[in-house]
């Protein structure tokens, strides 16, 4: 009974400008950088654990974006894993047409693009049958070809590359030892036989938008026909970190820039991309200027992106007795606010708040 050691991995979106993030033009020329050094990590990842098979499942790059230069330097360090393999299910940002570089490019001899539905890769030096099975969901009677070809030969190793939205319904119908899948960013087992994890995302080794937080990495293991074990490797050189900061309290710009300093050390500051939603019950005088907050900031965070979601604490008793435009709207509101509950109540709460500043601005003083 034959085994195979794979690296599977998907989802990397070389050359994504990072839009998802919000990058700005500087940060975004480096992360695209990055994103390569990471397609190197993963490939050094191969050597090192000496797989047999590095399977790509989808999102290798980005085809609006990508580079002839980037294609060039993942297809010298795919060349440099020879005599390891490497196949290549293309994706939604990637798909194989006439004129993409999975087409035209000249692909080393150890590199397999699968294109179209259930094309089938025979392996003979190690007992191995791939299939890239293409972009789900497919008409069903794909998913019955390839099942009934799955069929055909059972001593030997089945696995499948798959990009897209599959259900572990259709998955186990197609009885493959292991299916490959990309296409959803988070790593996730979908299909179990028992322990074993027989279709799984290996999820993106790098964060690309905020939802992708944590350590990112790729599925090391072992397929055989009993034997089935992974690791997710951690390859990603930075993390999406998204925090909430309760400003309650703070009265001036640099108490906001104190706080914001305080949320991880300057190591972490430094080497992840923030999100950071402002929020809390905040002096009326304290204007929060994002752009200018940013700015001082530079340096101490590799990337950061502010959100104002922080309440203006006026003083609404005491306005409400002065005899004034603002005075005589704050009464009204606060009297319905006592009749209120639930959302209702919110509401006026932020109609109280955006009409003080509408007064602010000009109206009513
Ligand atoms: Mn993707």
């Known amino acids: 009974v034959p085994e195979v050691r794979i690296l599977h991995t998907a989802d990397i979106h070389l050359d994504s400008p990072g839009s998802a993030l919000g990058l700005d033009a ?29 399977l790509i499942a989808g999102d290798l790059w980005e085809d609006r974006y990508v580079t002839r230069e980037t294609v060039a330097s ?19 940002a990637d798909p194989v047409t006439d004129t993409s570089y999975y087409t035209v490019y000249p692909w080393p001899a150890n590199v397999h693009i699968f294109r179209g539905n259930w094309e089938r890769l025979d392996l003979e030096e190690w007992g191995v049958t791939v299939w890239g099975a293409g972009e789900w969901p497919q008409p069903e009677t794909d998913a019955k070809e ?36 990309g296409g959803q960013h988070q790593p996730t087992v979908v299909l179990h036989q028992g322990t074993r994890p027989v279709a799984q995302y ?21 397929i055989g026909k009993r034997t089935l074990k992974f690791q997710l490797e951690t390859v990603s050189q930075r993390q999406a970190v998204v925090r909430h900061l309760d400003l309650t309290g703070a009265g001036s710009v640099d108490d906001v820039i104190e706080a914001l300093l305080e949320v991880d050390s300057p190591l972490e500051r ?9 929020g809390g019950l905040i002096s009326p005088s304290l204007a929060l200027d994002l ?30 007795l002065e005899k004034t435009a603002r005075g005589h709207f704050v009464r009204h509101l606060l009297a319905m606010q006592k009749k209120a509950s639930g959302a209702v109540e919110e509401r006026i709460r932020r109609a109280l708040t955006l009409g003080m500043r509408a007064f602010e601005r000009g109206a009513g003083r």
């Open 26 to 54: 500087v940060r975004a020329r480096a992360r695209r950088d990055e994103l390569r050094q990471t397609l190197a990590r993963i490939v050094e990842l191969a050597r090192q654990r000496q797989v047999q098979l590095l």
């Open 146 to 181: 390839g099942r009934g070809r799955r069929g055909e030969e059972n001593d030997r190793l089945q696995i499948a590359l798959l990009h897209g939205k599959a259900q572990a319904a259709d998955l186990a119908k197609l009885g493959f030892d292991y299916v490959a899948l």
């Open 202 to 222: 290996a999820g993106s080794p790098e964060p690309h938008d905020w939802s992708e937080t944590g350590a990112r990495g790729v599925l090391v293991g072992t």
């Open 291 to 320: 752009p200018l907050l940013a700015d001082r900031l530079a340096g101490e965070f590799f990337f950061l992106k502010l959100a104002d979601q922080t309440i203006p604490d006026y003083e609404f008793e005491r306005i409400s």
């Open 270 to 278: 430094r080497k992840n991309l923030w999100r950071i939603t402002l």
């Open 74 to 92: 993942a297809a010298e360090l795919f060349a440099s894993l020879t005599p390891a393999r490497v196949l290549i299910q293309p994706g939604k």
